[in-house]
């Protein structure tokens, strides 16, 4: 792994320790490595009525975009999986994000002009698949389409 994929991943972990799931019991944790350097996070966040949920990578995107930072994310770490008795994610499986978290991530992306790096990690082990965002959502309806960018 590179520094930069090791960076998100460690972080997207960290992140996961503090999804609230207690439905799922699957536990999600995104990174988001900002222009500056600074890396914000995010997990899944659950709730009573099922479908309000929101995913890991929602909620990191609309936390820098909370701090007027949706043009400035980078690259992205994302990280999954069943939660251990103490909570933990678990597994050696790579998670990639969602339909709903990729539209979300390509409008952050478009707002930047990049074709975002996405870095799927695993609770355990070294297995990442890295992908550009263009391959998780070829021909994305976006921002440009609405002559925004
Ligand atoms: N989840 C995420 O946080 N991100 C994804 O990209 C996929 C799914 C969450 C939603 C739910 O809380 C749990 O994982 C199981 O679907």
Do not use: K, W
């Not at 997990?43 to 007027?68: F, R």
């Not at 930072?69 to 980078?74: G, H, K, L, M, N």
């Not at 597994?91 to 990639?96: C, K, Q, T």
């Not at 996405?118 to 391959?135: I, N, R």
Request: some cysteine; overall charge negative.
């Amino acid at each position: 792994m590179t520094d930069e994929i090791d960076r998100l991943i460690d972080a997207a972990r960290a992140a996961s320790a503090h999804a609230h799931a207690p439905y799922s019991r699957f536990a999600v944790g995104a990174a988001l490595l900002m222009a500056d350097g600074g890396i914000v996070t995010g997990a899944n966040v659950e709730n009573a009525s099922y479908g309000l949920s929101l995913c890991a990578e929602t909620v990191a995107v609309a936390t820098a975009s909370a701090q007027g930072r949706i043009a400035q994310i980078v690259a992205v770490g994302v990280i999954g999986g069943a939660m251990d008795a103490d909570g933990r994610a678990t597994g050696h499986r790579p998670v990639s994000p969602c339909g709903r978290c990729r539209q979300v991530l390509n409008e952050a992306a478009q707002m930047a002009g990049i074709d975002l790096p996405v870095h799927c990690g695993a609770a355990e082990g070294d297995a990442v698949a890295s992908y550009a965002l263009s391959q998780l959502l070829p021909d994305a309806f976006g921002p440009a389409d609405l002559g925004i960018v």
